[in-house]
């Protein structure tokens, strides 16, 4: 049987053209996050299964590619489920292993610890545009902060460096996981139909207020909880009008500090922007991971349908581990969609080293071949990067995919007559 030359289905080989643009992007998000106080952190690509399945994880969590165990441990003729035969998997976010990694190396971390981690996680899904099962992830987080200075910290540091990658014109929306709250038990829905309430919620930009209410009663809801809900998604507006619209109405059910908070997050993060973009309130806004548990947060490109990134806080998660909960909030950029955004566009690395071409005819004497290497040499000691290469016999051929590869000086060494 033969080899299969093909990626396995949902991963993909890297061109060299895009793997220039993903360092470049990589080497931005260094630097700019650094700027703000993050430090570089790196956790295993292979989780222990208990943590992966923790119910944390939201639909996530039915996409692990599960590790079996190996050796005595596999025992295949007694294995009842499938504790019985997995022991790790391979991690589907980065947010599960950044609390483990807290909450074992907690005493040597600094408080509040600035953390950026940059790494491949796997799901199991259906690909599609910018969809794969092996893809990267950037996230950075802050863990000890209890404030809304790390919701502050995280959009401004984020809305910088997608700035930084020429994406004017991106819009990020807020909401928070307790306003959604309020305003279902506001409606008369109980704690335990909240998840559901919110899945079908989630739906609002592809049904509609009439579609989402629709759905509600086709799941068993009586219709005027369904129109009461509703009715405060008609009557609430996108900007901080909306928000202080919220604490009246839901009062007795919303801590007027959450709306508050909010509306501090969002003016101080105006009055200091490093890019244009617009930040707004937006109450339909969910974020699929049950983890969350106060401001949420995500970053859409104008002309691209889908998010680019998001986050949240999520204060429940390290206590998981511990015992005792630990203020945590973080953002995660989407890196393999921003450089999905960035090729289409054709887009030119502004500090991109100037790049020549040697060309080397083949049977060149030894000496000629010495000077060609020396003055090779002495180009790269001044920064520029230099290709030495055989000559083809179709020189203009190789000239031309030189040139694609931004060669802007090909120069050719011929044997003497």
Same mark, same amino acid.
């Given at each position: 049987?033969?080899?299969?030359?093909?990626? $396995?289905? =949902?991963?993909?080989?890297?061109?060299?053209?895009?793997?220039?643009?993903?360092? /470049? $992007?990589?080497?931005?998000?260094k630097?700019?996050?650094?700027?703000f106080?993050?430090v570089?952190?790196?956790?295993?690509?292979?989780?222990?299964?208990? #943590?992966?399945?923790?119910?944390?994880?939201?639909? #996530?969590?039915?996409?692990?590619?599960?590790?079996?165990?190996?050796?005595?441990?596999?025992?295949?003729e +007694?294995?009842?489920s499938?504790?019985?035969?997995v022991?790790?998997?391979?991690?589907?976010?980065?947010?599960?292993?950044?609390?483990?990694y807290y909450?074992?190396?907690?005493?040597e971390?600094?408080?509040?610890?600035k953390?950026?981690?940059?790494?491949?996680?796997?799901?199991?899904?259906?690909p599609?545009?910018?969809?794969?099962?092996?893809?990267?992830?950037?996230?950075?987080?802050i863990?000890?902060?209890?404030?809304?200075?790390?919701?502050?910290?995280?959009?401004?540091? +984020?809305?910088?460096?997608?700035?930084?990658?020429?994406?004017?014109?991106?819009?990020i929306?807020?909401?928070?996981?307790?306003?959604?709250k309020? &305003?279902?038990?506001?409606?008369?829905?109980?704690?335990?139909?909240?998840?559901?309430v919110?899945?079908?919620?989630?739906?609002m930009?592809?049904?509609g207020?009439?579609?989402?209410?629709?759905?509600l009663?086709?799941?068993?809801?009586?219709?005027?909880?369904?129109?009461?809900?509703?009715?405060?998604?008609?009557? $609430? +507006?996108?900007?901080?009008?909306?928000?202080? /619209?919220?604490?009246?109405?839901?009062?007795g059910?919303?801590?007027?500090?959450? %709306?508050?908070?909010?509306e501090?997050i969002?003016?101080?993060?105006?009055?200091?922007?490093? %890019?244009?973009?617009?930040?707004?309130?937006?109450?339909?806004?969910?974020?699929?991971?049950?983890y969350?548990?106060g401001?949420?947060?995500?970053?859409?490109?104008?002309?691209f349908?889908g998010?680019?990134?998001?986050?949240?806080r999520?204060?429940? &998660?390290?206590?998981?581990?511990?015992?005792? #909960?630990?203020?945590?909030? =973080?953002?995660?950029? =989407?890196?393999?969609?921003?450089? &999905?955004?960035?090729?289409?566009?054709d /887009?030119?690395?502004?500090?991109?080293?100037?790049?020549?071409?040697?060309?080397?005819?083949?049977?060149?004497?030894?000496?000629?071949l010495?000077?060609?290497f020396?003055?090779?040499?002495?180009?790269?000691?001044?920064?520029?990067?230099?290709?030495?290469?055989?000559m083809?016999? #179709?020189?203009?051929?190789?000239?031309e995919?030189?040139?694609?590869?931004?060669y802007?000086?090909?120069?050719?060494?011929? $044997?003497?007559?």
């Open positions: 049987m033969p080899l299969k030359k093909k990626p $396995v289905t =949902g991963m993909k080989d890297i061109l060299p053209r895009e793997m220039e643009i993903r360092n /470049y $992007v990589m080497n931005l998000i630097e700019t996050y650094g700027m106080g993050f570089n952190i790196e956790t295993p690509c292979v989780e222990h299964i208990e #943590n992966l399945s923790s119910k944390q994880g939201g639909e #996530n969590e039915k996409l692990i590619f599960k590790i079996m165990k190996r050796g005595e441990k596999l025992k295949l +007694t294995a009842q499938d504790a019985d035969l022991d790790g998997g391979l991690r589907y976010d980065l947010t599960v292993p950044l609390s483990r909450s074992n190396n907690a005493n971390l600094p408080s509040p610890f953390a950026l981690q940059m790494g491949n996680v796997w799901r199991a899904d259906r599609q545009r910018g969809r794969y099962r092996q893809f990267m992830q950037c996230d950075i987080d863990l000890g902060e209890p404030t809304i200075l790390a919701e502050i910290e995280l959009i401004q540091a +984020t809305s910088t460096l997608v700035g930084k990658l020429d994406f004017q014109g991106f819009t929306r807020i909401n928070d996981r307790k306003i959604l309020a &305003m279902a038990a506001y409606s008369g829905f109980p704690e335990e139909a909240y998840d559901e919110f899945i079908i919620l989630d739906k930009d592809k049904i207020l009439e579609g989402v209410e629709e759905e009663v086709k799941a068993g809801y009586e219709k005027e909880k369904a129109e009461k809900y509703l009715e405060l998604y008609r009557e $609430v +507006t996108p900007d901080l009008a909306g928000i202080r /619209y919220l604490k009246e109405k839901l009062t059910f919303l801590d007027p500090k959450c %709306a508050e908070d909010l501090t969002i003016t101080s993060v105006e009055a200091v922007k490093t %890019a244009d973009f617009k930040l707004v309130f937006d109450p339909t806004l969910v974020r699929g991971m049950s969350y548990t401001p949420i947060f995500e970053i859409s490109i104008d002309g349908g998010s680019v990134g998001g986050g949240g999520y204060d429940e &998660m390290i206590g998981r581990f511990t015992g005792q #909960n630990t203020p945590a909030c =973080g953002f995660s950029v =989407g890196f393999e969609r921003i450089v &999905m955004l960035l090729l289409e566009k /887009y030119q690395i502004p500090s991109r080293k100037e790049k020549k071409a040697f060309l080397i005819e083949k049977g060149i004497a030894g000496d000629a010495i000077k060609v020396e003055e090779a040499k002495a180009e790269r000691a001044t920064g520029v990067q230099v290709n030495v290469v055989q083809k016999k #179709n020189r203009k051929f190789q000239v995919q030189l040139e694609k590869e931004g802007t000086e090909i120069r050719s060494f011929y $044997v003497e007559k």
